[in-house]
């Protein structure tokens, strides 16, 4: 079966430095792969997204950026942090090809850049 | 942008009585999807529905389905207080164009069922 992990769960960094969250995903190959910010809670905002190894979408001009150096690893990171990237970042997967429709999602990184 | 938009934004309930959420979207789909959120977690894939589809049943979960409307609802029935969580529609756009393979958030439901 397949399983998405993301760490670390939680992180607490300071204004200006740097971010690496990590995502990898098992039991699949060339999964199309995602990364979300959640404001307090509600709706999800897709951030980038990826359909194979160094190909990275980019949705909303931010703070942040994406890689994808190995087929079932995504990293988000940022060379300095605003207040305002504090947020619950989810990984997501989902199948390539026509069963590509529902998402699977890791279980999340809480940041809060202070 | 969130095309998606949940109505209620809160809802809470007693254990037993059905839950209904609901959804409205601006453009064409080829899919719209039920996720779950419970607090501090990931989301979890309920049930998704074409847009050829007017109903699909899943257990207690009953999704509907108007794409003149460019609504959908989601019920749950004698709903139970480990449904308590925030529950998220997203649609799939139809094939073409940049946003094909992409799904949209709403700003989700909170359900809460008291025991």
């Known amino acids: 079966s397949q399983t998405i992990h993301q760490w670390p769960a939680t992180l607490v960094q300071p204004v200006g430095s740097p971010l690496s969250l990590e995502c990898t995903v098992e039991g699949t190959s060339n999964p199309n792969l995602y990364w979300y910010r959640q404001a307090a809670g509600r709706g999800l905002q897709l951030l980038f997204y990826?359909?194979?190894?160094?190909?990275i979408s980019s949705e909303v001009p931010q703070n942040l950026s994406a890689s994808r150096p190995q087929d079932r690893q995504f990293i988000l990171s940022s060379k300095k942090l605003l207040l305002s990237d504090s947020g619950f970042y989810l990984c997501?997967?989902?199948?390539?090809?026509?069963?590509?429709?529902?998402?699977?999602f890791g279980p999340g990184t809480r940041l809060t850049v202070t | 942008s969130q095309q998606g938009e949940e109505d209620p934004q809160a809802l809470s309930i007693q254990e037993g009585e059905n839950a209904t959420m609901n959804c409205s979207y601006k453009?064409?789909?080829?899919?719209l999807q039920w996720y779950r959120q419970n607090s501090g977690r990931g989301l979890v894939h309920l049930i998704l529905i074409r847009s050829n589809e007017r109903e699909k049943h899943s257990g207690r979960l009953r999704v509907t389905l108007d794409t003149s409307k460019k609504s959908s609802s989601l019920l749950i029935t004698a709903s139970r207080a480990a449904d308590t969580a925030s529950y998220f529609c997203a649609t799939r756009p139809r094939a073409g164009g940049t946003s094909y393979g992409k799904l949209t958030f709403g700003q989700g439901t909170i359900l809460t069922v008291h025991p």
């Open positions: 453009t064409s789909i080829n899919n």
């Open positions: 997501a997967w989902s199948p390539t090809g026509v069963r590509g429709y529902e998402q699977y």
């Open positions: 990826s359909v194979g190894i160094g190909q």
